[in-house]
Nanobody, 124 residues
Framework: QVQVVESGGGVVQAGGSLRLSCLYF????????MGWFRQAVGKEREFVAAISWMAGNTLYTDSVKGRFTISRDNAKNTVYLQMNSLKPEDTAVYYC?????????????????WGQGTQVTVSS
């Protein structure tokens, strides 16, 4: 089992920035791919960004390209999502997840372990 804890959410004005952090705890050091997903009220969970275990590959959904950046620090077992130029439509609970294949994948079925989420609210 890998435990996953997100932090950094909050309330921000449109155009502002937030940085989310995802700290993960495993029974061994693993070559995990990592992803960020989000779910707005009344909507399905959607893919946001993913990063492979050595950060050689990243993947973003079109709506966040140029605004969000996923990165990682494997020595700290931490993944980040830097979110700039935030829009009200970015409002959602953001979830971090662990992909045991080590790749950068967009499909939620690729992810074995999930955090509880952190709320991001962007006001207009």
């Amino acid at each position: 089992q890998v435990q996953v804890v997100e932090s950094g959410g909050g309330v921000v004005q449109a155009g502002g920035s937030l940085r989310l952090s995802c700290l993960y705890f495993g029974r061994r050091f693993g070559s995990y791919g990592m992803g960020w997903f989000r779910q707005a009220v009344g909507k399905e969970r959607e893919f946001v960004a993913a990063i492979s275990w050595m950060a050689g590959n990243t993947l973003y959904t079109d709506s966040v390209k140029g605004r969000f950046t996923i990165s990682r620090d494997n020595a700290k077992n931490t993944v980040y999502l830097q979110m700039n130029s935030l829009k009200p439509e970015d409002t959602a609970v953001y979830y971090c997840a662990v992909d045991l294949t080590g790749g950068a994948n967009s499909g939620p079925a690729s992810y074995r372990y999930w955090g509880q989420g952190t709320q991001v609210t962007v006001s207009s």
